[in-house]
């Protein structure tokens, strides 16, 4: 954690390269639904939740390694439930796995309804962030420092993800040829 004191520079008592905890970095944001930012069912348009994940998954990387980050790919995305406008929406992100110079982050998005209070799970994701230097080079992120045994499963998951996720990265491109011809298309 940074400490400030007075209105001198801003230390940190670690280094920015120290492992850090999943718990350390966590994000939590709360949001309405809105009408502009309904679908014509009067539910939460799929593209306005999609931007509160990327930020909210976002701010968790930059915490985690404390430099700019881009978004790599967001993945194993499901829509579970509609969320109704008006209602209460709250994004969790957790850094679940940190490589050399990605990180993959879960987000968990619950809606709420503001008058009675019940709850449920209505959107998932997963996403995947390179962190990046001024000058645009990647680079190294912190280790994860694994508190709980949730944290260790997860960890152990994300690696298997990023193993398949990779190579479905070199797998055919068949599907974008398809669509726009070979030219542009590896
Ligand atoms: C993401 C990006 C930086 C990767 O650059 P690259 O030169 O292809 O990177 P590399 O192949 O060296 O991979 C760098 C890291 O990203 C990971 N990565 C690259 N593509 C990935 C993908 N599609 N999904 C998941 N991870 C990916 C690699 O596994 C590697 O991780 P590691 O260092 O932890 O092992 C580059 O493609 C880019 O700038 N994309 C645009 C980002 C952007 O504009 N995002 C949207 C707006 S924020």
Redesign the pocket.
């Known amino acids: 954690m940074d400490v400030f004191v007075g209105k001198g520079p801003v230390l940190s008592p670690f280094p920015m390269t120290a492992p850090k905890s999943p718990r350390e970095s966590e994000v939590v944001m709360t949001q309405m639904i809105l009408p502009p930012d309904a679908n014509p069912l009067n539910a939460a348009f799929g593209g306005k939740v999609m931007e509160w994940i990327d930020i909210c998954g976002g701010i968790a990387a930059q915490r985690h390694c404390r430099q700019v980050v ?4 967001m993945d194993d995305l499901h829509f579970h439930a509609p969320i109704r406008v008006g209602w209460i929406v709250t994004l969790r992100a957790r850094v679940l796995a940190a ?4 990180m993959e982050v879960g987000v968990i998005v619950t809606a709420e309804n503001p008058l009675d209070g019940s709850k449920h799970i209505a959107t998932t994701a997963l996403l ?1 962030f ?1 962190a ?1 230097a001024p000058d645009g080079s ?1 680079v190294k992120v912190p280790q994860l420092l694994l508190e709980t045994d949730e944290d260790r499963l997860a960890l152990q998951e994300a690696h298997l993800r ?1 193993a398949e ?2 190579s479905r ?1 070199d797998q055919g491109h068949q599907w974008q040829r398809a669509l726009i011809g070979p030219v542009l298309v590896p």
């Not at 881009?70 to 790919?73: F, I, P, Q, Y």
């Open positions: 881009v978004t790599a790919s490589f050399h110079t990605s995947t390179v990046l990647k990023r996720r990779l990265k």
